[in-house]
């Protein structure tokens, strides 16, 4: 039995010193080259600490204009790579399966505040950025579980905290099959991809790019450092390899069963959040802070051939297992909205999930707005809190149907439909501060609602 109590702290972060600056550097890209920081033994309790996915480029300051002007080259610092053995010294090899337990997690103490945002359209946007296409911020404060907003008032929820990020290093094969098949949809989606015309989201995809990129211990300018940069995938999105999954249920107690491509399997976590709803839609939109995961690993010899179907061409075409933990927020009552895939021109889509669950996310925000809130404060309200995204019809031609379902308890008026007028909403909403937000200056078309309420 170890002597010693409670986690080892493998990865520390000061929260009042920049990311650059830190103990251990982080990083922002995927790639096999980018060495381990730090080493940890199967069965180790370790704490790893992160800051928020800006780097404290997006601030706790009432304005938006960080958010508008977020160098998004940067994105998401990365706490890591941890090369992980087991407790013979040996390293997880590819082809095992790395068991990651989430055992405990929160903000940093001392740094106890967050963050809701809508990018500007011209500057990443989001799944709405054809509604809003104005840089917005809220800034939340937490009270031990709960947030609350001065930007949104008379809300107030319990966070389901977790980790935006964790994942394994790609293997060099497996990274060229991303770039590959990234850089085609990049090239080529605009012509062959209905999708693009109704969400509006640009750009297609993240490619390499040398603009902000961080390597860890690899010196920037390097011989090294040039190659690896052009080479090394951003973390926007979730991949074979776990990353940027965003699952909002991935709290105390959950496990993640990550596919392992190198020796070491190469750990590396971050985009920490308070609290999120389903999907995220606002893309800046979980309550991002910085914060720590206090972990504990075990390798799961050749679990990738044992529990793992390749669903592609090679036996890289994997995804994560993971399996939730016992602590979530208890709601009992809520209010589901609905939407199928026709578009707000009246058009009809096949079975189009993201059309649908657009359409549903549109109908909760034009409902909420008549409880005293602005469009705006919905939007980031329902990107950031506790609610619950659906697709509940998938095969019922011609339309995908998907839902919304939005606690009713997180509100301290009742957003229920009444005989009668609609309230006015209670004192807070109707001295409402406005959220900080900066003008939209860009000249793409905006997408409005013939039959909209407001």
Sequence with gaps: MSSQLGARVVVP??????????????????????????????????????????????????????????????????????????????????????????????????????????????????????????????????????????????????????????????????????NERERELEETGLQTLKLCEVLHSRPLANLPSTKGCILGKIKEGSPEWEKIATEAARTIPGRENGGNCDIKNLSRGSKVYLPVFVDGANLS????????????????????????????????????KKYLTPMGPTRLHVNPIFEIGPVEPRFSEWLVFEGISVDESGRQHYLDASVAYKRAVLNAIDYLSRFGYSKEQVYLLLSCCPCEGRISGIVDSPNAVATLAIPIAIFDQDIRPKIGSVPTGPRLVRNNPGLPQCTYDGNLPITKNPSASI
């Design 13 to 178: 972060i000061d929260v009042k010193k920049k990311p650059s600056e830190q103990k251990l550097p982080l990083h922002n890209r995927w790639h096999p080259a980018i060495p381990p920081v730090a080493e940890v033994r199967t069965g180790e309790l370790f704490r790893v600490e992160m800051v928020d996915f800006s780097g404290g480029g997006i601030t706790k300051e009432y304005t938006a204009e960080d958010v508008k002007f977020a160098d998004n080259s940067i994105v998401h610092y990365l706490s890591g790579p941890i090369r992980v053995v087991d407790t013979d010294g040996n390293p997880a090899r590819p082809g095992d399966l790395l068991a990651v337990e989430i055992c405990n997690l929160g903000p940093l103490p001392g740094d106890e505040w967050g963050f809701t945002a809508i990018f500007d359209r011209e500057n990443g946007g989001g799944f709405l950025t054809d509604h809003f296409p104005c840089a917005t911020k809220a800034i939340w404060y937490f009270e031990g579980i709960y947030a609350y907003s001065p930007h949104i008032p008379g809300v107030r929820f319990p966070g389901l905290t977790h980790p935006g990020i964790v994942g394994t290093a790609p293997s060099m094969e497996l990274l060229t099959i991303w």
């Design 269 to 304: 976590t971050g985009d920490m959040h308070f609290s999120q709803g389903d999907g995220e839609v606002a893309f800046c939109g979980a309550i991002e802070m910085s914060g720590f995961l206090e972990l504990k690993c075990e390798i799961i010899r050749d679990g990738m």
